[in-house]
């Protein structure tokens, strides 16, 4: 692999992430929260899954890019399942009864897990000190989500205590991993365009209807819809154009490091967006959990 193809993976990885950090405080603003609850997440998800699914559906009969053959339409099946409808699913449920910060947090995860999946799944054998980063990184989450989580509202001692919302973030970002790694390696065969539009077509048959049965019985506020909006349009599909096309280029377990910027990114949008405050405690750690995900990398780099 050539110094200029990684530095494009990066690239194009960086702009993915940008793309994906918003989503979970724009996903808040379309779900509301437990006292104004607005769209559910089971329509948030299927919504716009279905959205993303029809303009794929367009572009696929502009385009007319080649057929997946084979064994590309189980890796497609495994995509659609994990990011076109699990990750969004988990989070969307999850985002209701968490606030930006805290899920962009739990969510810095992702890289460790992302690497770690696209390492089992190619067979790659990963040195002991990145395993070791992985755990680290994935202790400083739970910590954090234990520290911060409401002891009425989950189980733990004390002050520590962990919710169903963390848990379902910690699915999400088992998902999101999965998904990008079976993902990427369709990106090496046809264009990553063509990899999310497929994956998003193969899903229509349950998000389509999905999306008719969940459909929010009370008129919604204009700001949910615009939400909605941008998860479908950007979340859902041409975030993906960039995400998959670098990881193509540049490796999953290299670019997948890019993520770490996810949690800082996610704060940022969550202030001007929800009107969240400034919070030390969240920043410190994803500073923390950036600092195992950049060992991660430095073992990698060096095995």
Not at 183 to 204: M, P
Request: aromatic share 10%.
């Amino acid at each position: 692999m050539s110094s200029s193809t990684e530095m494009k993976g990066y690239v194009l990885g960086v702009i993915g992430v940008t793309v994906f950090a918003a989503t979970l405080p724009i996903t808040k603003i379309a779900v509301g929260s437990d006292a104004e609850p607005l769209m559910s997440g089971q329509f948030v998800t299927l919504a716009r899954a279905a959205i993303a699914a029809m303009l794929s559906a367009l572009w696929l009969l502009w385009v007319r890019p080649p057929m997946p053959r084979g064994r590309d339409w189980l890796w497609l099946g495994v995509t659609a399942c994990a990011v076109v409808i699990g990750f969004p699913l988990f989070m969307g449920l999850a985002m209701r009864h968490v606030d930006g910060t805290h899920a962009s947090v739990v969510l810095g995860a992702l890289p460790l897990a992302t690497a770690a999946c696209g390492a089992l799944l190619h067979g790659q054998r990963a040195p002991r000190h990145f395993w070791l980063a992985a755990v680290a990184g994935a202790a400083l989450v739970m910590a954090f989500a234990m520290w911060n989580a409401p002891t009425a509202a989950g189980f733990g001692m004390g002050s520590l205590s962990i919710t169903g919302a963390d848990l379902l973030l910690l699915c999400a970002v088992l998902c999101a991993a999965l998904g990008y790694t079976t993902g990427a390696d369709l990106a090496k065969k046809h264009r990553s365009e063509t990899v999310i539009s497929w994956a998003l077509v193969v899903a229509s048959p349950i998000t389509l209807p999905g999306m008719l049965m969940t459909w929010p019985d009370a008129p919604m506020p204009a700001a949910s819809w615009f939400a909605l909006a941008y998860v479908a349009l950007f979340s859902m599909w041409i975030g993906f154009f960039a995400w998959y096309r670098g990881l193509a280029l540049g490796g999953v377990m290299r670019v997948s490091q890019v993520q770490l910027l996810q949690p800082f990114l996610g704060i940022l949008f969550s202030i001007p967006l929800l009107g969240e405050s400034w919070s030390w405690t969240a920043v410190t750690f994803a500073g923390a959990v950036v600092a195992c995900v950049m060992l991660g990398r430095r073992a990698l780099r060096h095995a």
